[in-house]
């Protein structure tokens, strides 16, 4: 556990004690780790003691062998392919047969988002986006109409990049449609209003937009622009995030397309701050935070309020609502492992054609390989499941008491773990030649 959590525990015993009868080592115990640096990350396991986890581990948070670029010159330009944008060419009153069809299905867990990525010509973005966020009730609550609503939706998919295999704007229609399955729960109504859950829509659909298909620790040691802009610091998460506002607000196109036009400005400010602070989230370097974070505040589903060990409560703070918001994005974006088997292992082979893609660049540049190889699809996935998703997404399934999709986490991992030497993974992924 992390040190956060081991200080509860120990805060705990510490009640149960007799006030003359205070054990010393325990008092320093806990002053020890609240002078940690790490205060919630994990400490050390079989997996994190395992060398191979352990690069894995460190490649998807931080990369590894980071080094400044000398030349600061790589140009990603064979990643940027987006869909065109048109204002105004979407009649969503006369959607194809098949289309709407597919739309019907969107409240299922095992939605085939990439049916509707086939059947849209690589266009889910708008067309499960407008379904979603109108049955949220952005028209009302945003007072746009719906032309301002489609203008949106297909300016902001035109910023997603379709040469991306795994981060594009499919993966976007995926996160969208998984953030907004759990907004139908009832431990989300109970804490959330209205508005909360259109902010996580938004940040939702937006979490990726114009995504190079380039980690950023490749990006810092390129000397990427986008690195120097924001300091090495979670670099994709705030280019997301205000390409998110910049596209909407301060394009040519903004009087026809900015869903936020007509919110107060005291409004307008919330939501931002909400959706800012969503995209972040998804940086991985903070990913044990927030996930400790949820475990230490101890809330529970069938209240709205903040829960104690004793039973009391309070009533739910912001930072809390914040903090549900944030772990909702976050098992949104990584849901993947918790689908059915074959739209999981359709995203595994797009996410590590991505990385491998990025690991021949890397080859071809002599740059510090910044990611573990992934030679190995089954064997990434378990890793990755072990080491970040099983936690993160069974506690937050818990906290929505979506038992089925925790059953689903457990089936699709027993799939990836099955395969070993003597039972080989027969789909074989052809390795990228990257050319510049």
């Not at 990643?79 to 060419?89: D, I, K, L, M, P």
């Not at 379709?162 to 976007?172: D, G, Q, R, V, W």
């Not at 890397?362 to 072990?386: G, R, T, Y």
Request: proline fraction near 5%; include cysteine; charge should be negative.
């Amino acid at each position: 556990d992390a040190p956060i959590i081991k200080i509860q525990s120990m805060l705990r015993s510490l009640q149960d004690s007799s006030p003359q009868q205070l054990p010393a080592q325990l008092i320093e115990n806990v002053m020890a780790m609240l002078r940690s640096s790490e205060l919630y990350n994990p400490g050390s396991n079989n997996l994190t003691e395992d060398p191979e986890a352990l690069g894995f581990m460190d490649g998807l948070m931080e990369g590894r062998g980071t080094r400044p670029s000398v030349t600061g010159d790589t140009v990603l330009s064979h990643r940027e392919s987006t869909v065109a944008f048109n204002s105004g060419t979407y009649p969503m009153q006369t959607l194809p047969t098949l289309i709407k069809e597919n739309l019907n299905k969107r409240k299922e867990w095992d939605y085939d988002i990439l049916e509707l990525e086939r059947l849209s010509s690589h266009r889910p973005l708008f067309y499960l986006g407008f379904d979603i966020l109108v049955e949220f009730g952005i028209l009302n609550l945003f007072k746009i109409e719906e032309t301002t609503l489609r203008n949106w939706l297909g300016l902001i998919e035109s910023h997603y990049r379709t040469s991306n295999t795994y981060h594009n704007s499919t993966h976007a229609a995926d996160v969208l449609q998984a953030s907004a399955y759990f907004c139908r729960s009832q431990c989300m109504e109970n804490f959330l209003d209205p508005t909360d859950f259109l902010a996580l829509l938004i940040a939702s659909i937006c979490h990726d937009i114009d995504h190079p298909g380039r980690t950023n620790a490749f990006l810092c040691n390129v000397g990427h622009e986008l690195a120097i802009m924001y300091n090495d610091s979670a670099v994709l998460e705030n280019h997301h995030s205000a390409t998110t506002f910049k596209v909407t607000c301060q394009s040519p196109e903004a009087k026809n397309v900015n869903i936020f036009q007509n919110l107060e400005p005291e409004n307008f400010k919330l939501i931002r701050k909400s959706v800012i602070s969503m995209i972040l989230a998804t940086d991985m370097t903070q990913h044990f935070e927030h996930y400790n974070k949820f475990l230490a505040v101890n809330l529970k589903c069938g209240s709205s309020e903040d829960g104690g060990e004793d039973g009391s409560s309070t009533p739910v703070s912001q930072e809390n609502k914040s903090l549900i918001l944030r772990m909702a994005i976050k098992c949104a974006d990584i849901s993947n492992p918790s689908r059915n088997i074959s739209l999981a292992t359709a995203w595994a082979h797009r996410i590590v054609l991505e990385y491998r893609d990025q690991i021949a660049e890397e080859k071809s540049k002599k740059l510090p390989l910044s990611l573990p190889p992934f030679d190995d699809v089954p064997k990434s996935q378990v890793l990755f499941v072990n080491l970040f998703a099983m936690e993160l997404l069974s506690t937050y399934y818990d906290f929505l008491e979506f038992g089925h999709l925790t059953d689903q986490l457990n089936e699709t991992f027993v799939y990836w773990d099955s395969f070993n030497k003597n039972n080989p993974y027969p789909h074989a992924l052809t390795l990228p030649t990257y050319s510049s």
